[in-house]
């Protein structure tokens, strides 16, 4: 039985039950892909569907066991967020955390859009930051925001497709489950493009849509900026 959330507990199974039966058999088994079978579904462990406003979807997992750690855009390998020359080495070497944490800090007023060199990150008081990836995720989820991906296991990358594909009955079926409810979808990049041709159920939702946060100018993308403006992200809540 799958094992989330109370409140998400009988749409999830419906949407696992969505999948076919041969590859329920390849998740179940646990192994050769990742986050693993108890994690995957983490996002609807931590957030109600009672406090769920937003879903934010990713594409699919880091590429990595340690990074992916069954919520989109969250990092495993990521401890800190800041360090002495800026942002931590480990968030410069993921270019879209990177660049979101940026937006972020231009978006509440501490860095000029133009002014987001780490020069500029490291001279700031960061004295009412976060800094830490998992206070990040309970900041999403204060927001009432959910953090999901299309795909909600990695392989590898010439599996992505697949697995992409193989998850668009659970995907479909959510959007079916939740059409009565408030909740407004959040889409980066080719992502939107990609879920609006394969979901007719999305029509039922407020879409957000914007840059991949991949390219720089995402950082300085004022539509970005005023949608994730109130949230504050990065403040300690």
Not at 142 to 158: A, E, W
Not at 208 to 221: A, E, L, Q, R, S
Request: charged residues 30%; glycine residues 4%.
């Amino acid at each position: 039985m799958i094992k989330v959330h109370p409140s998400w507990q009988k749409i999830i199974q419906k949407c696992y039950d969505k999948l076919d039966v041969d590859y329920r058999d390849f998740l179940e088994k646990d192994a050769e892909y990742f986050p693993k079978f108890p994690n995957f579904l983490n996002a609807f462990k931590t957030l109600p569907l009672n406090k769920t406003r937003y879903i934010l979807f990713g594409q699919d997992p880091y590429p990595r066991e340690k990074s992916a750690i069954g919520y989109a855009f969250i990092d495993g390998m990521v401890e800190a967020i800041f360090g002495e020359n800026g942002l931590s080495k480990r968030v410069n070497r993921a270019t879209s955390l990177r660049n979101f944490l940026k937006m972020l800090l231009v978006a509440s007023g501490h860095l000029d859009k133009d002014k987001t060199a780490k020069e500029d990150i490291a001279d700031l008081d960061k004295s009412g930051f976060i800094n830490d990836i998992m206070q990040l995720k309970d900041n999403f989820e204060k927001n009432g925001v959910l953090l999901l991906n299309t795909s909600l296991v990695f392989t590898d990358k010439k599996s992505t497709n697949l697995h992409v594909k193989k998850f668009m009955p659970f995907i479909d079926e959510l959007f079916k489950n939740l059409s009565d409810y408030d909740i407004e979808l959040i889409l980066f990049g080719n992502i939107a493009k990609d879920m609006e041709k394969k979901f007719s159920n999305m029509s039922n939702f407020k879409v957000f849509k914007t840059m991949h946060p991949y390219n720089v100018g995402f950082i300085k993308d004022s539509s970005t900026i005023e949608f994730f403006k109130p949230m504050n992200l990065l403040n300690q809540q």
